[in-house]
């Protein structure tokens, strides 16, 4: 499967789907960036977007932040969020974590990020080529974090060179914790950017293993949002 992967990501047609993706991500954020980070509202004030930001990282990441630090004071840790958007909860986990880093495929989101989170020193945002994290210095990094995001991308091969990728920066035992669609019944289209590609939980097991991680724990097979708990193997 990995060379598969791999073969795919040097086909034209994979480089037009994530030219396709780029493309519709920047439409969408010009015509309400908000709304399709969060379609929970369709007009958001700054105060609201950011405390829903706030809410997801305290319900999906501070109930384990005694696992995710392993005895580390957070203000000295390194994090990865894949899919930052407009920033919303980038700018959460930058009150709590050391340093922030975060890729986008979409630059006019990444614009979006960068206005909002001007004040914030710690937080570094990259514009990526919506396959891979390699625009990101080779750092060490101590905990990944993508939410609402594999959800819309339409491409296993995709989702599997992140997560790949994801291995490849962070270090031995840390977690990446992530969704993926649930929803094995939905049919998602390769020219689809807002449904998402479908992942059983044995595919998602696979995908763990091929990738350097340890599939520690799920939640929410057959649903849209199918969490993921992936520990970065010790080799």
């Not at 990728?165 to 993926?180: S, W």
């Not at 992942?199 to 929410?220: D, I, K, N, T």
Request: hydrophobic share 40%; glycine share 6%.
């Amino acid at each position: 499967m990995e060379g598969d992967a791999l073969a795919c990501m040097s086909d034209p047609e994979f480089d037009d789907q994530l030219r396709k993706m780029r493309q519709d991500w920047d439409r969408r954020a010009r015509e309400n960036a908000r709304y399709y980070v969060n379609t929970a509202q369709t007009e958001w004030t700054d105060e609201e977007f950011f405390a829903s930001g706030e809410q997801t990282v305290r319900e999906e990441i501070l109930p384990e932040l005694a696992t995710i630090c392993a005895g580390r004071d957070p203000a000295r840790m390194r994090v990865l969020e894949i899919g930052c958007g407009a920033g919303r909860v980038t700018r959460a986990l930058a009150q709590i974590f050391g340093r922030v880093y975060a890729v986008d495929v979409s630059g006019e989101m990444i614009a979006r990020a960068r206005a909002s989170l001007a004040d914030f020193r710690n937080v570094f945002l990259y514009h990526n080529n919506g396959a891979d994290l390699s625009v990101l210095p080779d750092l060490p990094f101590h905990f990944a974090f993508s939410c609402i995001v594999f959800q819309h991308i339409p491409s296993r091969e995709v989702i599997e060179s992140y997560v790949r990728d994801a291995a490849r920066l962070l270090r031995p035992g840390a977690l990446f914790k992530f969704q993926v669609q649930g929803n094995t019944a939905i049919e998602s289209r390769r020219d689809d950017t807002w449904l998402g590609v479908p992942f059983s939980e044995q595919q998602v097991m696979q995908m763990a293993w091929r990738c350097g991680f340890e599939p520690r724990f799920r939640h929410g097979a057959g649903e849209q949002y199918f969490w993921q708990w992936f520990v970065r193997n010790a080799h």
